[in-house]
């Protein structure tokens, strides 16, 4: 599709999917109400993408968002369902989502410096390929790992509950690792690599668990286990 305004009103392959969908960079994609789903195998985001209701994008090879992504004047829900899916602009910058969530099959790739939702549900794993921003005004969570891509990351972590189930830095250590001071961080995870770790707010341990933090691990707030005793080692 090459236009500069394109408006979709109705459900896209939802009787037969489609190959690949490609918009051009120029503009805007606006899925507007009663757009709920899209289906493809590959989905492609060159333009800049409005959520007019809440979305399902369904893309079995994968779905790249180059522009930004963003509600319109109501917070809306993006569900991805896609082995590969890629962000290489803000997140909500313009006008937050509601509910950001990934399936659990596959990677996706946070390639822009800021992602802003009330819920961040990252269900696959999350590579990070630009230092990064993601703020969950009620929360975020990992379900899977959180790894830098070649360079090490900063991720900043901005939100009332955040919760790591899958190890961080495992595969590619992060460079900095900061949550903010308000609420409570989950350490669901044996292992966060990283230089520095900043825990500005309160820690809960629900496994035992290795820090390792080559340069400084700072803990500002409480740090405690859950309903079972666990250890800490930095």
Request: glycine share 10%.
């Amino acid at each position: 599709v090459n236009s500069p305004g394109t408006m979709c009103l109705g459900v896209v392959g939802g009787v037969s999917p489609l190959d690949v969908l490609t918009t051009d960079a120029a503009g805007t994609t606006t899925l507007a109400a009663g757009a709920t789903a899209v289906t493809g195998a590959d989905l492609m985001f060159n333009d800049a993408l409005v959520l007019g209701d809440d979305v399902t994008l369904n893309a079995t090879t994968s779905a790249h968002f180059f522009g930004t992504v963003n509600s319109d004047a109501t917070a809306r829900d993006l569900t991805l369902n896609s082995p590969t899916t890629m962000f290489h602009g803000v997140v909500g910058g313009g006008s937050a989502l509601d509910v950001l969530t990934t399936d659990a099959v596959g990677t996706t790739t946070l390639d822009t410096t800021a992602v802003t939702g009330a819920v961040l549900d990252f269900n696959d794993a999350v590579v990070v390929s630009e230092d990064t921003t993601l703020t969950g005004t009620t929360s975020v969570d990992f379900a899977q790992t959180l790894d830098s891509d070649a360079t090490a990351r900063d991720v900043t972590l901005n939100s009332p509950l955040t919760a790591f189930h899958g190890i961080v830095g495992g595969g590619s250590a992060l460079d900095v690792l900061t949550t903010d001071a308000a609420g409570t961080t989950t350490i669901d995870t044996t292992t966060v690599n990283a230089a520095d770790l900043m825990a500005n707010d309160a820690v809960v341990l629900s496994q035992d668990v290795t820090v390792n933090a080559t340069t400084s691990a700072h803990f500002f707030g409480t740090v405690n286990s859950d309903a079972t005793a666990r250890d800490l080692t930095v």
